[in-house]
């Protein structure tokens, strides 16, 4: 089952391993700095197109932040 805390975990470790700044990566990704900070710390997730952009800034498989089985 996936689990939100999970997600949100494996996000933030890839964002300190960017070493982006979550200003950075949200003009990278065309969100304000306040949606990156609720998608880290509040329950919030972003729409499939920003998901699929943060992914690939990051260098992310999506199935992996998911916690889905390849």
């Known amino acids: 089952m996936i689990k939100l805390d ?13 070493g982006m700044t ?4 949200a ?8 949606a990156i900070a609720q998608y880290l710390y509040q329950n ?5 197109d920003t998901f699929a952009n943060l992914c690939a ?8 932040i998911l916690c889905l089985p390849r």
């Open 22 to 25: 979550q200003s950075e990566l």
């Open 44 to 48: 919030k997730m972003p729409a499939l």
């Open 27 to 34: 003009m990278r990704i065309g969100v304000c700095h306040q």
């Open 57 to 64: 800034v990051l260098d992310l498989d999506a199935n992996e």
């Open 6 to 18: 999970q997600i949100r975990i494996k996000i933030q470790d890839a964002i300190k391993q960017s």
